[in-house]
């Protein structure tokens, strides 16, 4: 098995040093907008969908603009084919449920990746993600919070990309408190996860 943690996609200082595993930025916003909502609201009961609207207004439809080139690379598409897939990856519609705490939104890719599954995984904060097994070469990039793997206990991050060769298998876990983890993954001739099987699409 060939595990490697990389910065091929470049190293994302800035957002590393605002997000970091436990939420920073972005969880540090969601916060901040309980926070005011709480104050504001004091006893009052809100409605349901309140939170998930206040923290979809806070946040900008372009905030995952700069993984352009990045995922237009791992897809093998163009960078204006990679901006218009990342602008639905925060539309709850585009994925599917497919195990507790975790949603995949499938996508497109270049001909060579026409045996792979290709997709936005996002699993909520808190959920592990079983144990996997990868038929083909795996290749993950981070673009929202964080994981811990459980076989290395390696902690990735917004920028960092993971690969793990055929044969090999691991699970990972979203740290309780932080943004939902959403990652771009690439499986070639797909993957196992318990009695669920995903074949190239």
């Known amino acids: 098995m060939t595990r490697v943690k990389s910065e091929s996609f470049g190293d994302d200082a800035f957002l590393r040093d ?5 939420g920073g930025a972005e969880g540090g916003a969601e916060e901040a907008l309980v926070g005011v909502t709480e104050t504001l609201l004091g006893e009052v009961q809100p409605e ?10 806070a946040i900008p439809a372009d ?19 990679a901006k218009d897939i990342l602008a639905r990856v925060d539309d709850p519609s585009q994925f599917n449920v497919e195990l507790p705490g975790v949603s995949f939104c499938w996508v497109e890719g270049g001909p060579a990746l026409a045996n792979a599954v290709r997709g ?6 808190g959920v592990v993600f079983p144990e996997h ?17 459980s076989v290395t206990g390696e902690v990735f991050r917004p920028g960092d990309s993971a690969r793990m060769s055929p044969g090999s298998s691991h699970g990972f876990r979203v740290p309780e408190g932080g943004p939902d983890l959403l990652q771009l993954a690439v499986v070639h001739k797909g993957l196992r996860a318990g009695d669920k ?3 190239p699409r």
Do not use: C, M, N, W
Not at 67 to 78: D, E, G, I, K, W
Not at 133 to 149: A, K, M, P, R
């Open 18 to 22: 605002a997000e970091g595993v436990e």
């Open 48 to 57: 349901p969908t309140l939170r998930e609207r206040l923290l979809a207004a």
């Open 63 to 81: 905030r995952f603009a700069r993984f352009a080139s990045a995922v237009a690379q791992l897809l093998q598409v163009s960078v204006d084919k």
């Open 120 to 125: 936005f995984v996002r699993v909520q904060h």
């Open 133 to 149: 097994e990868h038929f083909g070469d795996e290749t993950v990039l981070i673009l929202q919070g964080s994981y811990v793997d």
């Open 197 to 199: 099987r995903y074949e």
